[in-house]
């Protein structure tokens, strides 16, 4: 079965920093480019960043650059988002999710999503 | 930024086709796709490459593109439809969802 399972979501004050995970199993990983997408609470969806197959490639929205840093890990077929300097804007549930290659992927598997509450 | 516009909802009798529709600058020359995402759940991919349904996506979900606009068409709308729906397309480096629009079945 094609799966993605976030981890590592939780409660964390302004200014904190938090890692989420995300293992990939049921498909051959390491040939995929990777997303993730968020939905903060009441909104919609909001592509977060992207990686390349082999992680030589990152991309992010404008608005995070410089506080989020995407990486993966081919070996155990698992992927990184360090979110530094969070900010109560970032409260959102966020997905994990296959394709994310240019002009060209569209999203077809998601995860569970993980929760992250930024608040004091 | 680039921006997809959605209606906010579309209301349909069960039974009946409900269209949805994405604009955007330039649409025309971009691949387009369609998420369904239920309350509780993961978004779930529908339609992508403008038309092209995914394996287990029922037949009565279709897309199709004229000019800068994007629309979702459900034909013999079911109940269990009843979801928000997100297009999406690439600007450049930039993935892009519309603001979703909510399919109710009344």
């Known amino acids: 079965e094609v799966q993605l399972v976030e981890s590592g979501g939780g409660l964390v004050q302004p200014g904190g920093s938090l890692r989420l995970s995300c293992a990939a199993s049921?498909?051959?990983?390491?040939?995929?480019?990777m997303s993730w997408v968020r939905q903060a609470p009441g909104k919609g969806l909001e592509w977060v960043a992207y990686?390349?197959?082999?992680?030589?490639?990152?991309y992010y929205v404008d608005s995070l650059k410089g506080r989020f840093s995407f990486s993966r890990d081919n070996t155990k077929n698992s992927l990184y988002l360090q979110m530094n300097s969070l900010r109560a804007e970032d409260t959102a549930v966020y997905y994990c999710?296959?394709?994310?290659?240019?002009?060209?992927?569209?999203?077809?598997?998601w995860g569970q999503g993980t929760m992250v509450t930024v608040s004091s | 930024s680039y921006e997809l516009t959605q209606p906010p909802s579309v209301s349909v009798s069960p039974g009946q086709t409900a269209s949805i529709t994405c604009s955007g600058d330039?649409?025309?020359?971009?691949?387009s796709s369609w998420y369904q995402h239920k309350a509780g759940q993961s978004p779930v991919l529908v339609i992508y490459k403008d038309q092209k349904r995914p394996s287990g996506i029922p037949e009565r979900f279709s897309g199709s593109k004229s000019g800068n606009t994007a629309t979702l068409t459900v034909s013999g709308t079911q109940t269990m439809d009843e979801a928000d729906y997100y297009c999406q397309a690439w600007d450049s480096s930039n993935a892009v969802f519309g603001g979703g629009t909510k399919l109710a079945v009344l």
């Open positions: 049921g498909f051959m990983f390491s040939t995929y480019w």
């Open positions: 330039k649409l025309g020359n971009k691949y």
């Open positions: 990686i390349k197959q082999d992680g030589s490639e990152t």
């Open positions: 999710v296959r394709g994310g290659r240019p002009l060209e992927d569209a999203f077809d598997i």
